[in-house]
């Protein structure tokens, strides 16, 4: 059975950081695209960031959309099977729950493969001075 | 504001049919890539319930169906249940942002 555990958030300051860890357990977690999805108080979902590292690839290939570029990292570490999410220079509108989610394909050659086929149940993140 | 355009509410008594739309542009639906739907019950996590535009995921009820054409989706839930009230999202890959975007949700109430 696919589990997918996120820790990590908390209360942080404006301006400030946080690092969300995701452990992810039943499935071989190299051989997938892995996201971190938010969703603001009230209000819809978000993708924030995916990677791709397979052992295919000498470095991993990493995705982020526009709002978080350049503030947020993410990055996997295949021996303990965890998925991170570094967030820099926080903004109150980063305030959310982020989700962690398992994509069903290993990369994003055949998108008719990819989707989000496992959530974790989320951890919530307040920007708040 | 989502990319991906969608109505934020729907209703329909039970047994009846209602159907979501998601309307987007030729960089995310309209061009070579795929709707996918996915269910949220609140303070839960998302849950896929549609993928490749029409496939059913597993273990959900073939009362729910979906669609795509041009730059438009759309997702019907017949026989309507108090079980369905949920939200529901759109999403697809888009290749100028070159990330996945996601409709803006709608809840569907059963009256």
């Known amino acids: 059975e696919v589990q997918l555990l996120e820790s990590g958030g908390g209360l942080v300051q404006p301006g400030g950081s946080l690092r969300l860890s995701c452990e992810a357990t039943?499935?071989?977690?190299?051989?997938?695209?892995m996201n971190w999805v938010r969703q603001a108080p009230g209000k819809g979902l978000e993708w924030v960031s995916s990677?791709?590292?397979?052992?295919?690839?000498?470095?991993?290939?990493?995705y982020y959309a526009d709002s978080v570029k350049g503030r947020f990292t993410i990055s996997s570490d295949k021996s303990k099977n965890t998925l991170y999410l570094q967030m820099n220079s926080l903004r109150v509108e980063d305030t959310a729950v982020y989700f962690c989610?398992?994509?069903?394909?290993?990369?994003?050659?055949?998108?008719?493969?990819?989707?989000?086929?496992?959530w974790g149940q989320g951890t919530l993140v307040t920007v708040s001075s | 504001q989502s990319v991906l355009a969608q109505p934020p509410s729907v209703s329909g008594d039970p047994s009846q049919k209602v159907t979501i739309s998601c309307s987007g542009t030729?960089?995310?639906?309209?061009?070579?890539?795929?709707v996918n739907w996915y269910q949220q019950f609140p303070g839960k996590a998302p849950k896929l319930l549609i993928y490749y535009d029409d496939l059913l995921a597993s273990g959900v009820s073939d009362r729910f169906s979906a669609s795509k054409s041009g730059t438009s989706a759309s997702l019907a839930i017949s026989g309507l249940q108090a079980e369905d009230e949920a939200d529901y999202y759109c999403?697809?890959?888009?290749?100028?942002?070159?990330?996945?975007?996601f409709g803006g949700g709608t809840k569907v109430t059963v009256l």
């Open positions: 039943g499935f071989t977690f190299r051989d997938h695209v």
């Open positions: 030729r960089s995310n639906i309209g061009g070579d890539t795929v």
């Open positions: 990677i791709i590292d397979s052992s295919r690839l000498s470095s991993p290939s990493t």
């Open positions: 999403a697809a890959w888009d290749d100028s942002l070159n990330g996945w975007v």
């Open positions: 989610a398992k994509d069903h394909a290993a990369d994003y050659d055949i998108l008719s493969e990819n989707r989000f086929d496992s």
